[in-house]
T-cell receptor, first 110, second 112 residues
Framework: EAQVTQNPRYLITVTGKKLTVTCSQN?????MSWYRQDPGLGLRQIYY???????DKGDVPEGYKVSRKEKRNFPLILESPSPNQTSLYFC?????????FGSGTRLTVV | QKEVEQNSGPLSVPEGAIASLNCTYS??????FFWYRQYSGKSPELIMF????GDKEDGRFTAQLNKASQYVSLLIRDSQPSDSATYLC????????????FGPGTSLSVIP
């Protein structure tokens, strides 16, 4: 089954404690993205990757890092999380006909 | 002006009626247009993709694109309670294939 696997689904952490959200796709897609979704603000792109070792900033990259060492994996790293990064995060993989999204990670930073 | 705009709703329609969802975009060079459905607490799911002017039909869903007027719409015929969700319009930016812009979404409620 074609899918994007994202972990963890839920995460509560404290300010400043580094965390990584993993994302993996099995569709051999070159393009992958990270989005955050907040009430009233919709989906906003954090980072995207056009291929292995090629990444670029989206609309809200501050406070986030990504890496793309393999085509299938695209982890999102928060090196020093802050409460304003509390949000619902989605990883997405882009095929010809649009994105397939992961199931989401609900992150709470206290 | 926001890049992709949608009526936030909520839009309420009776079961069996046609639901009409609208979306306008600002980048005149946009090439591809998508409709996603998102149930509460779930991830967006692609339901329609259109890139040519005119209509595209898939089951009960019809997407309509008018590039001259810069709008794209989604019609849902014979609406069912299971169609109750938020519908996101998304547009490819002309200058960057991978930088899709999402609209804020329209909440649809189908009343039995």
């Amino acid at each position: 089954e074609a899918q994007v696997t994202q972990n963890p689904r839920y995460l509560i952490t404290v300010t400043g404690k580094k965390l990584t959200v993993t994302c993996s796709q099995n569709m051999n897609h070159e393009y992958m993205s990270w989005y955050r979704q907040d009430p009233g603000l919709g989906l906003r792109q954090i980072y995207y990757s056009m291929n292995v070792e090629v990444t670029d900033k989206g609309d809200v990259p501050e406070g986030y890092k990504v890496s793309r060492k393999e085509k299938r994996n695209f982890p999102l790293i928060l090196e020093s999380p802050s409460p304003n990064q509390t949000s619902l995060y989605f990883c997405a993989s882009r095929g010809h006909y649009g994105y397939t999204f992961g199931s989401g990670t609900r992150l709470t930073v206290v | 002006q926001k890049e992709v705009e949608q009526n936030s709703g909520p839009l309420s329609v009776p079961e069996g009626a046609i639901a009409s969802l609208n979306c306008t975009y600002s980048d005149r060079g946009s090439q591809s247009f998508f409709w996603y459905r998102q149930y509460s607490g779930k991830s967006p799911e692609l339901i329609m993709f259109i890139y040519s002017n005119g209509d595209k039909e898939d089951g009960r869903f019809t997407a309509q694109l008018n590039k001259a007027s810069q709008y794209v719409s989604l019609l849902i015929r014979d609406s069912q309670p299971s169609d109750s969700a938020t519908y996101l319009c998304a547009v490819d930016r002309e200058t960057s294939y991978d930088k899709v812009i999402f609209g804020p979404g329209t909440s649809l409620s189908v009343i039995p």
